[in-house]
């Protein structure tokens, strides 16, 4: 069974760092991209970026080039969005995804992280 | 960017209604075209890939059309469990941009 189970959630002061995760199994995790996706309070879905992490080769929204960054370690089936300095605004749900191999739409989700930034 | 436009984005409906949901993009994206359900508090759940392939499990009241630049879900026949919100996805070209979303509410 595919699955990926993301870290639990954070609550984090502005200007703080945080790395949140999402572990993939059930399935060759280098052989599929995994995308993630902002969802603010009462608002819709973004996308953020997406790693292969066979390769480690990682695309982002302008949104969101240079504000967070997208990694990866396969050897533990783990993938990561991180923060260098959160600010309020990044408070949001934060979801991993599961790009199918051939047809390209994210077919599997993650529960999703809660992210609070709050002085 | 890719901009995809979904209306109506609030649509009150009754049990056993037919649904439409549009989504239009900027430029075409042939048939690169995703549609997802999310419930409050949960994630998103893929509904129909490819524009109108759908997704294993998925009942057959659901169905996806279009290609281009416009594209429709169609519910044939609502249920209680299918009030949520509807969300299409862009699979062409990067940024993966997603639609703003159709609240699907009870009349």
């Known amino acids: 069974e595919v699955q990926l189970v993301q870290s639990g959630a954070e609550a984090k002061k502005p200007g703080e760092s945080l790395k949140i995760s999402c572990k993939g199994s059930?399935?060759?995790?280098?052989?599929?991209?995994i995308g993630w996706v902002r969802q603010m309070p009462g608002k819709g879905l973004e996308w953020m970026g997406i790693?292969?992490?066979?390769?480690?080769?990682?695309r982002y929204s302008p949104s969101f080039q240079g504000q967070v960054t997208i990694s990866a370690d396969k050897s533990i089936s783990t993938a990561y969005l991180q923060w260098g300095s959160l600010r309020a605004s990044d408070t949001a749900m934060y979801y991993c995804?599961?790009?199918?191999?051939?047809?390209?739409?994210?077919?599997?989700w993650g529960l999703g992280t809660l992210v609070t930034v709050s002085s | 960017d890719i901009q995809l436009t979904q209306s109506p984005s609030f649509l009150s409906a009754s049990v056993g209604d037919r649904v439409t949901i549009t989504c239009r993009a900027s430029?075409?994206?042939?048939?690169?075209l995703a549609w997802y359900q999310q419930k409050p508090g949960k994630a998103p759940k893929l509904l129909i890939y490819?524009?109108?392939t759908l997704q294993s499990g998925v009942p057959s009241r659901f169905s996806g059309s279009g290609s281009g630049t416009e594209f429709t879900l169609t519910i044939s026949s609502l249920q209680p469990e299918d009030f949520a919100t509807y969300c299409c996805?862009?699979?062409?070209?990067?940024?993966?941009?997603f639609g703003g979303g159709t609240k699907v509410e009870i009349k």
């Open positions: 995804a599961r790009r199918a191999a051939s047809t390209e739409e994210f077919d599997y």
């Open positions: 059930g399935y060759s995790f280098t052989s599929y991209w």
């Open positions: 790693i292969y992490p066979g390769d480690s080769d990682t």
């Open positions: 430029q075409g994206i042939n048939s690169h």
């Open positions: 490819a524009a109108s």
């Open positions: 996805q862009q699979l062409a070209s990067y940024p993966l941009t």
